[in-house]
């Protein structure tokens, strides 16, 4: 059963290669949605997959790469739209 969960990270999150990092991720799990940068200097991010994939990309968002310094993590449950693939945004 597919889950679907929406996530926004604030902190030190742009020009550090958290979207490479969430879309490497993502990717080695299966993992479909995308990530973008935000202008509020946010990174937003949707996954879609089974439960324990996407739960282990969020706890990696709460680490994020070595460079970023994430201050918190807000995640959204939703219904599963039936993405495909991983975008880059």
Known sequence: MAVRSRVIV???????GFRAFVSRAAQSR???????NRLDGTVEAVLEG??????SIVR???EGP???????VE????????????EVR
Request: hydrophobic share 40%.
């Open 66 to 72: 070595r460079a970023a310094w994430v201050a918190q």
């Open 10 to 16: 604030h902190g030190r999150v742009h020009g550090v």
């Open 60 to 62: 990696f968002c709460r």
């Open 30 to 36: 299966g993992v479909v949605g995308w990530v973008r």
């Open 75 to 86: 995640t959204f449950a939703e219904e599963p739209e039936g993405l495909r693939g991983f």
């Open 50 to 55: 089974e439960p324990e994939p996407v739960e």
